[in-house]
């Protein structure tokens, strides 16, 4: 009954998966590189500033690009597929079944690793040939043939190893490399040849990226082979995506390097785009436009624990296999009555309570599939609180409502002049629960290399119902002075981000970085690194420097303002001014004189230890410090929780 | 820990609640008792053990209280009759109740004696312990009263602090609203005097049709607030620069927790056997279920608990994989495909060192904050509890944004060696109270640079700016808009209580329509097992479209950005017998150059690509058919030759090709009879054996016949089309 379960387990996706009507297809993405070796691609530019030193060659530039994306990759695509062939080298090289071998069947195609998701032993490989010269010094020999490689061949190899490796994925990607823009200028059959195979991946599905490298002095002119091989927007008809232009060594002396220039037209490309919906957006009765929607933020999280089998030669990932049995005792159950038919129920006060799977179904339908303005309201009521889960970024779409973008464009537009939100009902898909969201314009960002940051189009922000809002819990309040609240205005002067704005492309997640670059280390056998340049540490110094006066000044100004707000009060009053809310009593304020004795300080702690007096302390805080450290004593006892502190400080 | 509570409901059961009044299609009991029904629902639901809870009928016919059998002298408690004492209720009882609350034959029995009764039971139950108690009293206020101990039983409720609501059938509204007319005397006087009990004993009194029109709006328990982080936000190095830096003493809460849906349980089907031996133990209490349960003659639903196994791959096992030893098992890592093993003790290693702290990075503009950033629920910090020199230090970081325009970028960590956030904070303040929010924001890894055209302009390959262009709105699209947005502007299209205009569509009065329309139609269908189940409440598709009164106000304004867009919808995609095939950028006729090549038998190494090219070559049917069949024959081939399941995907994908070309051209029958074909091959064991993993990806991935409501020439129905998926025995 594996069938059954499985379509369970489709049934209980959660509701925020992206896909978008993926047909018979696997929502999967294999890239596969292709990254041509010649002379000129092997001779690193000349030095034009003295900044860069040791220029990489166009073809190591592009082995550590794939390098870099491949690492990023595991990161971000876990499942996704990504492989590095190099053409026009003098040997020819295949890998079946896992293991390399010289073959005559694509001469002068030499498959560096195999298109699958990677495992540690490419991520080595690929490392190798692009950092180590004396690794790739037996690969990256130019062929001396002429000409030097079959370009149909090239395309043949790619579109085989996409047959068999990638099967059946909605996304195949072929990255071409190369710096030749007319490879078979003299040949007219063979030019031909590969125009033919060009339309073969293309109806197979296959979408060729070229990442074309200007010569120095010279231009990459595309219509010469370029434009016979590569079609329009075959797969990514969502919006036209600029054409990418020739990454250039340092072209104007401004110490980009080849290889800067290469990994951020790479970048742009590493996800595929897909569409999180594509649905009609109601801006009035009769009055619908097209959009799609795109998940652009998302936290990408670390990977999760698993099991692995370590009872073999090589370790091998274990997988569940769900099944599922009677809670109970089964031998109160005679075997020969279970069945492994399930239904659901709802349980209800301890029964049972059944619907029909029409009603069922009924439950969760509050109509189409849809996007519909319920009225417009200014930003200032749209607080900072209000707010779920990332934002989802929408562009119009022409393919079911012609003139959409236009009228997107208008609305878009005046969004952002009168500063107002669109109100909508949201439902993002069949069975999808409706939400209700703010709907707000986004302006475009331009980068100081001219590159797009932020794209131009709406977002929709979905907001917190009644049922979400907690109620506020009783808090201390105290109102600063005026002149308190100027000494902290001077600090916050000082201590802006550069140009007073949050842009997320500075911080890296240290944690995710830290665990891939742990893993990695672990999967090749190597010393695990330290760790990294955290830039979401604050910095400190510039901190004390810019501000740390100023932060004296206005700590002594506390210090005084809340003496007067001591002395100013009457003393039988309690101090408390908490102001209620619609809590129920026994809020927070009862709880000080526990809260107060509760921070132990770590060498406060080590000194109990080391005095053998820990069980003088009081349980609460005992147990808050073993909280703190993340310990976790066998129960709530004070004997095991300060057996769990003792060991570790023995540790 | 919740409070604990104590509720004992008093229904009025006499001969008159049986009657319909004022012109009502329902009797008085059949009106009003939803709305208890909904408040017991809810604390069953609740599912809460600290909740007690009593039932109690007066004007019954029979007499069962513990007064009544204490004073057998007097017949002060007669036709007061427990239901069922101070107790968790439980789903099981409402079969019980169900049958307890009809109306009775007589019209004796006093309602104060019954608020004794109840009384008497709550104080007995909850002694001196914290409580909180109350008593819902349901009447319509006919029947005899005795007047003179109303007095007695208010100083009791004040001295116990028990709440007192009474529901009350076509009671007065005493704050305007519905007046009764030509009230009987009696009822008149007894509608006073519960009047003045409830003003005195700070009660409640509500008019039955009020609490009725209120049922559809949700009610929420008041979670506590827990504590989610207690620590410090500082400013600067307070370790290395003790008086040079900030630190305040916080806490903080959630303030946003998105509220989820009850799921349903899984239940195994448990049928009885020919020989009539019952399954032991497990099915009683189930009155509710029998009646419910889907009509599939005997059976039972065992809870269920899922179990994992635990297996790896092993090519050499009969299916692909072997279980495994639990003995032999890590705990580890994936890392793209290779497992990465460390042992449970050492799983830390892949953690960053981190300490507790919410530390300020930075300060940005408000209006340089992209709002769109803010990705996760929002929390609430406040000033350590009791602490107010740490409240009047946060005061002055609040007002410090709010008067600077800035908000604050601060690195959280939860507790130490957790991962840090960035995370927004933002100054909260209403009303005297005065917080920070925070709210996640996204690193470098968790955007996606997705490129899109400018939407203001349009660039030309050449490089040139277009200011004008059909994707662009022109300025009277642009004026119109404008006006249609000012005319939907719902900022103070809502009436306050007191008839003031406010806003429109607040969030607390928007509630989950999903959620709360789960939660209505498990607790009517517990109630009421026999009946279809309810519309959805009102108010829970009020807010899915624009409120009438201003759409009408704002037509003129929609007609005119309309006619401005003049969008046109795109007709349903019509197939094409014949298409042209796609050409590169240069266009560049690949039709010739493949006529040239002689490409008559599909390469199975090349089939998709070779496939779809005959069919832009193919000027017949015939020649049509044959491309499909030698397709087909090679999809029989791959699974044929396919080592356990490694051919599968290779033959969905041309089978699925298939399928869509020949949809597409408007030949399903061509398809039709190939799919047929291929099913009987699978499943007859002709393809190389056992390939029902096959046969589930065909039909999981959806392809099966093109009926004829997705392909008009085909000539097999939908239902047929079902069937297809279906597998018969010995077929």
Request: glycine share 6%; charged share 30%; net charge negative.
């Amino acid at each position: 009954m594996a069938g059954d379960e499985r379509e369970e387990r489709q049934g209980e996706e959660e509701e925020e998966e992206e896909i978008e009507n993926a047909g018979y297809k696997s929502q999967k993405d294999a890239v596969l590189f292709a990254i041509d070796v010649s002379d000129s691609m092997l001779t690193p530019p000349k030095e034009e500033s003295k900044k860069n030193k040791n220029q990489d060659s166009p073809t190591v530039a592009a082995l550590k690009c794939a390098y870099q994306l491949m690492q990023q990759r595991i990161i971000s695509n876990p499942n996704d597929m990504m492989g590095v062939l190099l053409f026009g080298t003098e040997e020819s090289m295949i890998i079946e079944e896992g293991v390399s071998k010289v073959s005559a069947a694509y001469p002068h195609c030499y498959v560096v690793t195999d298109l699958d998701v990677p495992a540690a032993s490419d991520v080595k490989r690929l490392r190798d040939v692009a950092n180590d010269p004396e690794e790739s010094e037996q690969i990256l020999v130019p062929s001396t043939d002429d000409p030097a490689v079959s370009m149909s061949n090239v395309l043949f190899c790619a579109n085989q190893i996409f047959t068999t490796k990638a099967p059946n994925f909605t996304s195949r990607r072929l990255f071409l490399v190369t710096d030749e823009d007319n490879p078979h200028k003299k040949d007219k059959i063979l030019r031909e040849a590969a125009a033919v195979r060009a339309k073969d991946l293309y109806d197979l599905g296959v979408t060729i990226e070229l990442f074309p490298i200007a010569r120095p002095g010279g231009d990459f002119d595309r219509t010469k082979f370029y434009d016979d091989i590569i079609y329009r927007g075959a797969l990514d008809s969502d919006a036209p995506a600029p054409v990418t232009k020739a990454a250039k060594a340092s072209s104007s002396g401004d110490g980009i390097s080849l290889l800067q220039s290469l990994i951020s037209s790479i970048n742009s490309k590493a996800a595929p785009r897909r569409a999180l919906f594509t649905l009609p957006m109601e801006l009035g009765a009769d009055f619908i436009i097209g959009v799609k929607g795109f998940i652009t933020i998302k936290r990408q999280e670390l990977a999760k624990s698993c099991y692995v089998w370590v009872g073999g030669e090589k370790p091998q990932i274990v997988t569940g296999v769900r099944t599922i049995a009677p809670k109970d005792e089964v031998d109160q159950v005679p075997q020969k009555l279970l069945t492994t038919e399930t239904r659901k129920a709802y349980l209800f006060g301890g029964e049972q309570v059944h619907l029909s799977e029409e009603e069922k179904a009924s439950l969760r339908n509050f109509g189409d599939p849809g996007i519909r303005v319920v009225g417009f309201k200014p930003l200032n009521m749209l607080p900072t609180w209000a707010n779920t889960r990332p934002s989802v970024f929408v562009y119009p779409d022409e393919t079911n409502y012609i003139g959409s973008t236009r009228v997107f464009s208008a609305l878009q537009q005046n969004l952002l002049q009168s500063e107002k939100f669109a109100l909508v009902w949201f439902i993002a898909r069949k069975g999808a629960h409706p939400r209700m969201a703010a709907m707000i314009a986004g302006k475009e960002k331009i980068d100081e290399n001219g590159e797009q940051r932020m794209p131009p189009g709406l977002w929709i922000i979905t907001l917190p119902f009644a049922d979400d809002i907690r109620a506020k819990p009783d808090i201390p309040l105290a109102r600063a002075s005026d002149s308190l609240v100027e000494k902290m205005k001077e600090i916050m002067g000082q201590l802006r981000l550069p140009k007073s704005e949050y842009d997320p492309q500075r911080y890296p997640n240290p944690s995710l970085q830290y665990f891939y670059r742990v893993l990695q280390s672990l999967a090749l056998e190597e010393e695990i690194p330290e760790q990294d340049d955290d830039k979401t540490v604050p910095k400190y110094k510039q901190i004390y420097k810019r501000s740390g006066t100023l932060i004296s000044d206005w700590a002594q100004e506390l210090e005084e303002d809340y003496q007067k707000h001591e002395q100013s009060k009457p003393s039988t009053t309690l101090a408390s001014r908490s102001i209620k809310r619609e809590n129920d009593g026994d809020g927070p304020p009862s709880k000080r004189v526990k809260t107060e004795t509760a921070s132990m300080s770590d060498a406060d702690l080590r000194q109990h230890y080391e005095k053998g007096t820990l069980a003088k302390l009081t349980v609460p805080v005992l147990s808050e410090w073993a909280t703190k450290k993340q310990l976790h004593p066998a129960s709530k006892k004070k004997a095991d929780v300060v057996a769990a502190i003792e060991s570790h400080f023995e540790k | 820990m919740a409070n604990k509570e104590a509720t004992v409901f008093i229904v009025d059961l006499g001969s008159s609640m049986g009657k319909k009044h004022n012109g009502r299609t329902q009797t008085d009991l059949e009106w009003s008792l939803p709305v208890v029904w909904d408040r017991i629902a809810n604390i069953i639901h609740q599912g809460r053990k600290t909740d007690q809870t009593a039932v109690i009928g007066f004007r019954t016919n029979s007499t069962n209280n513990v007064l009544a059998s204490n004073h057998p002298d007097t017949d002060d408690y007669d036709h007061i009759n427990v239901a069922f004492p101070l107790k968790t209720i439980l789903g099981s009882d409402i079969a019980d109740l169900r049958e307890f609350f009809r109306p009775s034959q007589i019209e004796a029995g006093d309602i104060l004696s019954a608020i004794v009764v109840a009384m008497q039971m709550i104080t007995v139950h909850c002694r001196a312990l914290k409580y909180k108690k109350r008593i819902v009293l349901l009447t319509n206020g006919d029947g005899a009263m005795e007047p003179d101990t109303g007095n007695d039983i208010q100083k009791q409720l004040v001295k116990e602090d028990i709440l007192l609501s009474i529901l009350g059938v076509d009671f007065n509204d005493f704050h305007g609203g519905f007046q009764e007319e030509n009230k009987a005397p009696q009822k008149k006087l007894n509608e006073e005097q519960l009047c003045n009990l409830v003003l005195e004993a700070s009660g409640t009194m509500t008019p039955v049709y009020k609490a009725v029109s209120e049922l559809g709006i949700p009610s929420h328990r008041t979670v506590r607030a827990v504590t989610t982080y207690k620590g410090t936000l500082t400013i600067g190095h307070i370790g290395k620069f003790e008086e040079q830096s900030m630190k305040i003493e916080i806490q903080q809460w959630p303030l946003i927790m998105p509220a989820t849906a009850q799921s349903a349980k899984t239940f195994l089907v448990q049928r009885e056997d020919k020989e009539g031996e019952h399954a032991g133990g497990s099915a009683e209490s189930s009155a509710t279920l029998q009646q419910s349960a889907p009509k599939e003659g005997e059976e039972t639903l065992l809870p269920s608990k899922r179990t994992y196994g635990k297996q790896i791959e092993d090519p050499t096992a009969p299916g692909g994989k072997i279980d495994v030893d639990k003995e032999q098992l890590e705990k580890g890592y994936v890392y793209g495909r290779t497992a990465v093993h460390i042992g449970t003790d050492d799983m830390g290693v892949v953690n960053l060192d981190t300490e507790a702290g919410l530390e300020v990075v930075g300060f940005v503009a408000r209006d340089k904050f992209d709002r769109y950033l803010e990705m996760s629920k929002c929390s609430l910090i406040a000033a350590l509890a009791g602490n107010e020199k740490y409240a009047m230090a946060l005061s002055s970081f609040i007002h410090g944004l709010i008067e600077t325009e800035q908000f604050a970028v601060a690195r959280f960590v939860k507790k130490d060696n957790t991962p840090p956030h960035l995370v927004l904070l933002t100054p909260f303040t209403e009303d005297g109270y005065e917080a920070l929010i925070t709210s996640e924001l996204p690193f470098a890894e968790d955007m996606r640079s997705y490129k899109f055209p400018p939407l203001d302009k349009v660039v030309t390959v050449g490089g040139k700016n277009l200011a004008q262009h059909r994707t662009l709105p022109s300025d009277v699209l642009m004026k119109s808009m404008s006006n249609y947005i000012d005319a939907m502007d719902l900022s103070s299209f809502g009436t306050t209580d007191t008839g003031d205009a406010t806003e429109y569509a607040k969030m607390e009065d928007i509630y989950n329509p999903v959620v709360n329309r789960i939660t209505q139609v498990i607790r009517y269908r517990a109630i009421n097992p026999l009946d279809p189940i309810p519309e959805p409440y009102e108010v829970l598709t009020k807010y899915s479209k624009p409120p009438s009164a201003l759409l009408e106000s704002a037509e003129s304004a929609l007609n005119a950005v309309k006619k401005a867009g003049d969008v046109k919808k795109v007709p349903p995609r019509q197939f094409k017998r014949k298409r042209e095939p796609e050409k590169p950028l240069s266009g560049l006729d690949i039709d010739a150059l493949l006529s040239g090549e002689k490409r008559q038998r599909i390469d199975p190494a090349n089939a998709i690509p070779e496939f779809k090219q005959m069919l832009e070559k193919a000027s017949d049917v015939a020649a049509i058919e044959d491309a499909a069949k030698q397709l087909a024959r090679i999809i029989e081939t791959t699974i044929r030759d396919s080592v356990g399941d490694m051919g599968y995907q290779r033959a969905v994908e041309a089978l699925g090709t298939l399928r869509e070309e020949l949809q597409e051209i408007e030949e399903p029958d061509i398809y039709n009879a190939l799919a047929q074909e291929l099913k009987t091959k699978i499943l007859n064991g002709t393809l190389g054996g056992e390939r029902t993993e096959m046969w589930y990806n065909i039909k999981i991935r959806k392809l099966g016949l093109l009926d004829s409501s997705v392909s008009e020439r085909s000539k097999v129905s939908p239902e047929a089309a079902k069937d297809y998926y279906k597998v018969k025995p010995n077929a």
